[in-house]
């Protein structure tokens, strides 16, 4: 028994180092891809960060911005440096379900429906200004994002993989647009939240991109097979269970602020459900992953908190009166609950 012991250990270790050696292996391509993206967006790095751990975590997510901060332009360059299919939907209060997802059309040749598929049947599709569309065209959405298929008719429809919804919406203007139902709103796996660049990243905005033409390519350097791949590698990176503890402690404390001193409990209306703590350790792996690391490290999960959980938070009159937003909340919970 006592010679088993360093054998056991000694294998560990060896499994360890073969996972940091795959992990970074194949992290790499998805570093080029940031590359790629940065010869058409300038600065943004929590951007597109936050676009690549989406694409890695097999999540969906909603982008917020005021207009002209290259949401729109971030989102174009990343379908272009993959292998893969790109659709644009602009969200508009007269689109239909059948905008979306397709309909059946009537064949006379034949005398029987077929079924005309809609621009939801592709890898990458940006829902641009999610929120002017009306509450059919969100249901449709649902079904899409959460069960990764649609129905047409009487058939349902099974849709490609990888698939991602890269939703944008307006934060200043409301006339026009809808708020997107809650339990829309929950299946996105991060909100990100853009905000203006600073005056280097701006001085170089205006270099490259004043001037009445620019040649920004990209190069697709990632293929589907890869993102699979990546995926599974995810699947495998080490979380230590005190940081599965920190995740669950952090979930169950936008419920129930009280229970770790933190005064408030009147500023929320309800908190997280388990979806964020599928949400908070998925995107701590794949930030892992993306760093190179075959391990989490708390740092990882403090990082991904706010994404994942400023719109999984609903807040109180009393909250929105006193101007605290669901970002101020989740600072003061990351200051409270103990850190493994």
Known sequence: MTESAPVASTSGREETARLEQEVAEASRPFRHLQDQMHRVVV????????LVIGLLANGHLLIEGVPGLAKTTAIAALARGIHTGFKRIQFTPDLLPADLIGTLVYRPSDSEFVVKKGPIFSNLVLADEINRAPAKVQS?????????QVTIGDETHPLPDPFMVLATQNPIEQEGTYPLPEAQVDRFLMKLVVGYPDRSDERRILDRMART?????VDAVLTP?????ARALIDRIH??????????????ATRDPGAIGVPLGELVEYGASPRASIALLLVAKSRAFLDGRGYVVPQDVKDAAPDVLRHRLGLSYEAEAEGRTADDLVRALLDHVPVP
């Open 225 to 229: 097979e890869q993102i699979v791949a």
């Open 43 to 50: 600065g943004q790095q929590d951007l597109l960060d936050g």
């Open 140 to 148: 449709a959405l649902l079904e899409a994002m959460q069960e990764r």
């Open 213 to 217: 033409t620019t040649d920004l390519t």
């Open 239 to 252: 979380v230590d269970d005190r940081i599965r503890d920190y995740v669950v402690d952090l979930v169950i």
